[in-house]
């Protein structure tokens, strides 16, 4: 799982999320392991997150709207 920095335009995560995808395929090559899940991608970023292959994201605030005090 990752978060990266929040930024106003969503593509500002697309090259943390491309990394983090590298890193996961890299790892999984290196270890011979299957490594299927990827969970990265927020409300804000998660268009972008799946284009970038993540498995799970994360919508609180497109379901419940922004936390009290936020």
Do not use: K
Request: net charge negative.
């Amino acid at each position: 799982m990752a978060v990266p920095p929040l930024t106003p335009d969503p593509e500002g995560s697309r090259p943390y999320f491309r990394r983090l995808t590298e890193i996961r395929d890299r790892l999984a090559d290196r270890f011979a392991l299957p490594l299927p899940e990827l969970s990265i991608g927020m409300s804000h970023d998660f268009e972008v997150a799946v284009e970038e292959g993540s498995t799970e994201i994360r919508i609180g605030t497109a379901l419940f709207g922004p936390r009290p005090g936020a």
